[in-house]
């Protein structure tokens, strides 16, 4: 499957964006999409993940409650509503897509287990 994500942008703190990310080439309920991010000089990191129906979800922690991931898979497209936005979530976003059956929230929430990756978008949150 190929990925393609898109939405970020410069939004101040307490301002809202929302991501997409788009697939094309495979079946895309076949898929765990999540999104990660990475800030300059940090490790990648899990922000957010969902089943291939989109009837589980999982999020970091300091995502919960600011941020909700979706699906619409006769679009081929999951998206990441991010609210309340501070300057922390500043990063590239990328979304990554693994074609497993189990929802093992240790899995989903480590890069290494994906094996397709969008190109990312850049999120940047002014003070």
């Known amino acids: 499957v190929q990925l393609q994500a898109s939405g970020g942008g410069l939004v101040q703190a307490g301002g809202s964006l929302r991501l997409s990310c788009r697939g094309s080439g495979s079946t895309f309920d076949n898929y765990i999409i999540s999104w990660f991010r990475q800030a300059p000089g940090k490790e990648r990191e899990f922000v957010a993940a969902i089943s291939r129906g989109g009837y589980n979800t999982h999020y970091l922690d300091s995502a919960k409650g600011r941020f909700t991931i979706s699906r619409d898979n006769a679009k081929n497209t999951v998206n990441l509503q991010m609210n309340d936005l501070a300057p922390e979530d500043t990063a590239v976003y990328y979304c990554?897509?693994?074609?497993?059956?189990?929802?093992?929230?240790?899995?989903?929430?480590?890069?290494?287990?994906?094996?397709?990756w969008g190109q990312g978008t850049l999120v940047t949150v002014s003070s």
């Open positions: 990554a897509a693994i074609s497993i059956r189990m929802w093992h929230i240790a899995s989903i929430s480590t890069a290494r287990t994906y094996n397709y």
